[in-house]
């Protein structure tokens, strides 16, 4: 049998930390040639299929497969009674079953999976599964869920899934200007461009072998084995090519159906998500309804808020807890804050489940708390940049958890570099989406609008957040080489060129290649959390140091050492370097050449790098060192509204972000593009519209995203303000844009319209006021 499935290495990548190296998969991906998880084969290949519920929350009542066993073709149809192992799996909590038993809980929830020799068959065959529906009320409303004498999403658990309380200074504190306001959030779908699909393919030894598109192989890893009661050794996952994630691949899609229909058949079974499936296949952004409360003295310093966030986590808990304590511990926002009253939950409901989206918990209290920032300027007379800077965080103040900000804060500095850019020229037309003059400019209104955010980095409240590298340094064709292999998802944001940046300053060798990720190596972590390059990169680090000392160590053999330029041959070491293949001493003479260190020996370091130690918060104050690292990014926007059809068109945007470090130039531009691309959908246009429970919009049709005619020109600064603790003092790229360039949008569009626009996506009946 042959497979087609990720082989070979990545090519190699020239530059070192702080250059911008072409990417090795750029090319392929451009022209089309790069293999992603739905270009997978194998000879001998079945489709799968899967049967999904019609209803937000129903009983089954009656489950027939038998006229889908008589479509010729097909080999397999299984139900919750052919799982062979755990019938349940999570990521925070085991709640969510393999396929549906008894009742469905979400419209799409999975009840039947069908393997046959054609796509088509297999879906003819599954929709011919003649399933009987006892249709039940559907709990959708958060506040509702959140009654405790209500009806439960789970008969044995509460609605209520997470509550972070946040606690600090006085709670009865008042205040001579007070503000409040009631904020909600739609459900944004994360629209990658590559839908849910893998290839399982049985083994001799029992297992799987499993080919699939994910952010987090080994947490796949351990709840595909737990499903299907085989030990994790026998069931190996390779990642294939990702088509795009954003915290939606998280979570499991096909990973555990495909393997049951692989071990049942005993044939590789390919499964491919249709787009309309990928709305129903997996997580969205978590829903918010917020209500904030801000008090400040007369001069404009903030002397307490207090919030109240209820998240709609849907049927499954997926990572709604960590979705929680972000928007409960960043919930004040980057500002200095003595007195918070902050009480944030997460629900189970019978709407879609959701869990990792970029910026998650923070992108929800962002909107919320900038709006009210705004509104205090307001009743203060106060230029809305001015009170921002007035209460910014800076570095040694306090967060509302007590944690410390250790780190640089250039909070103010961001905001003053996005209000000094000069102003966006005037445009000469109005063409909302770029695709026709519908005005000449009639009522057509400028408005400029701010938005700062706070998000941390990394994995929190104690978790056991690792990484693991494995770096081999040998001699290839004559010359030095390293191979890296890491179990760190590609997902787009250009971890395999990062990775090879590092091996090159750190050992000096050109010809870097990266190992496909699998689970053959120890755990990366999972590719969100703006984690991987802190992450996977210091395990990187840190295994070339390694490296990198075992290497001159071999200095120490009388034939191999060369006289240095001081006398004393104990300092030798300290002062070498590895460049260009050499070993290089202080005075720039070459010492030894790599090659003649190796012979024919390789040096291997696997290591696993942690960073700093986190908290858990107290449950009744929440207070803890919760988080690892805090970045920071502002936005200003620039719109042009048309006030009589309520369009918008966002005329250009400016923003500032501290990235620590540059790792990569180039790609940091990319990811600050993107996030605040992916910002500006949730303002304008992005929403998974829901009635009773039930999804209107499952197309890009229907579901409208940002493209090219709707981003406007961009200028972007980039402070780099090392971080102590991080690897060449980075901080986490991907998250901060997504967060403050949607509260920047929705200003603007107040500031040319004067409408309070509480709510996001803006529609152009929030506009006009009908």
């Known amino acids: ?169 006085d709670p009865h504190a008042t205040a001579a200007v007070v503000v409040t306001g009631e904020y909600e959030v739609g459900m944004q779908d994360q629209a990658f461009l590559g839908p849910e699909s893998g290839l399982a393919v049985p083994a001799e030894d029992g297992g799987i072998d499993l080919y699939i598109a994910t952010q987090w192989l080994h947490v796949d890893q351990k709840q595909v084995a737990a499903c299907l009661g085989l030990p994790a050794d026998k069931v190996r996952l390779t990642l294939a090519g990702v088509g795009g994630a954003f915290g939606a691949r998280e979570d499991l899609s096909m990973q555990v159906h495909a393997s049951m229909l692989a071990l049942r058949t005993g044939r590789p079974v390919k499964m491919v998500y249709g787009r309309e499936e990928s709305f129903f296949g997996h997580v969205h952004r978590h829903p918010a309804r917020l209500r904030y409360e801000h008090g400040a003295d007369e001069h ?158 990394c994995f929190s409240e104690g978790f056991d957040d690792f990484a693991t590298a494995r770096v081999r340094l040998e001699v290839v064709g004559g010359r030095p080489a390293v191979l890296v292999h890491t179990a760190a998802a590609e997902v787009g944001q250009g971890l395999v060129t990062v990775q090879a940046q590092i091996v090159r300053t750190e050992l000096g060798v050109e010809q870097v290649t990266i190992a496909p990720a699998d689970t053959a190596v120890g755990s990366a972590g999972s590719s969100s959390a703006s984690r991987q390059t802190y992450m996977t990169g210091g395990a990187v680090r840190a295994a070339c140091q390694a490296i990198r ?38 005075d720039g003479n070459v010492v030894a050449e790599i090659v003649e260190l190796l012979a024919d020996e390789a040096i291997e370091e696997t290591v696993q790098w942690r960073h700093r130690p986190t908290s858990a918060l107290d449950p009744q104050t929440g207070q803890g060192d919760a988080h690892v690292q805090y970045a920071f990014a502002a936005h200003r926007a620039t719109v042009d509204v048309d006030v009589e059809l309520g369009l918008v068109k966002v005329v250009e ?20 593009q993107g996030g605040t691309a992916q910002g500006l959908g949730l303002a304008l246009m992005e929403e998974v519209q829901l009635v009773d429970g039930k999804v209107r919009n499952p197309s890009f049709t229907d579901y409208l995203l940002p493209t090219i005619m709707d981003m406007p020109p961009m200028q972007l600064d980039i402070l780099e303000m090392a971080d102590p603790h991080s690897p060449y003092g980075l901080r986490g790229v991907g998250e901060p844009p997504t967060i403050s360039s949607t509260p920047a949008v929705v200003a603007a569009i107040r500031a040319a319209t004067g409408a309070a626009l509480t709510r996001v996506p803006v529609r152009p009946e929030h506009i006009v006021g009908v």
């Not at 070979?8 to 392929?28: E, I, M, N, T």
């Not at 009388?558 to 001081?566: F, K, N």
């Not at 945007?653 to 600050?672: E, L, M, Y």
């Open 549 to 586: 000392t075992r290497l001159l160590d071999r200095l120490a053999a009388p034939e191999l050492t060369r006289a240095p330029s001081s006398t004393d041959s104990d300092k030798k070491v300290p002062f070498l370097s590895l460049e260009g293949g050499r070993v290089v001493g202080a």
């Open 1 to 169: 049998m042959t497979t087609t499935a990720p082989v070979g290495l990545v090519a190699v990548v020239d530059g070192g930390v702080g250059a911008s190296p072409q990417r090795p998969d750029g090319r392929l991906k451009v022209t089309g040639e790069f293999a992603f998880s739905s270009d997978l084969w194998a000879d001998d290949m079945l489709w799968g299929a899967t049967l999904r519920s019609p209803h937000p929350r129903a009983r089954i009542t009656a489950l027939d497969i038998g006229p889908a066993l008589r479509v010729p073709g097909v080999y397999a149809v299984l139900t919750h009674e052919d799982v062979p192992g755990e019938p349940l799996y999570g990521l925070e909590h085991v709640d969510q079953p393999v396929l549906a038993a008894g009742v469905v809980r979400y419209q799409g929830e999975p009840i039947v999976i069908v393997a046959a020799d054609h796509p088509e068959t297999a879906r003819r065959a599954a929709a011919r599964v003649e399933v009987g529906y006892e249709v039940l009320d559907p709990v959708t409303d958060p506040e509702a869920a959140l009654d405790p004498a209500g009806p439960r999403v789970h008969v044995d658990r509460p609605n209520l899934l997470r509550h972070v309380p946040i606690r600090r200074g």
């Open 300 to 457: 404009g310093r903030l002397v307490y808020v207090k919030a109240r966030i209820l998240l709609d986590g849907g049927a499954y808990a997926s990572s709604t807890g960590a979705v929680v304590a972000n928007a409960a511990t960043l919930g004040v926002g980057p500002y200095d804050v003595p007195n918070v009253v902050m009480d944030a939950y997460g629900l189970y409901t019978n709407n879609p489940p959701c869990g990792a989206m970029r910026g998650f918990g923070a992108v929800q209290a962002c909107f919320a708390y900038e709006s009210q920032m705004d509104r205090l300027a307001a009743a203060l007379g106060l230029d809305p940049v001015e009170l921002r800077v007035r209460n910014a965080l800076h570095t040694g103040d306090l967060m509302p958890t007590g944690q410390v900000v250790e780190g640089p804060a250039p909070v103010a500095e961001l905001l003053r570099l996005v209000q000094d850019r000069p102003a966006a020229p005037a445009q000469a037309d109005f063409a909302p989406g770029g695709t026709a003059n519908t005005t000449r400019g009639e009522g057509v209104v400028r408005g400029v609008g701010y938005g700062i955010g706070i998000k941390n980095v």
């Open 653 to 672: 945007i400016v923003t500032a972000q501290d990235v620590g470090k540059a790792v990569n130039p180039g790609a940091v531009a990319g990811q600050i």
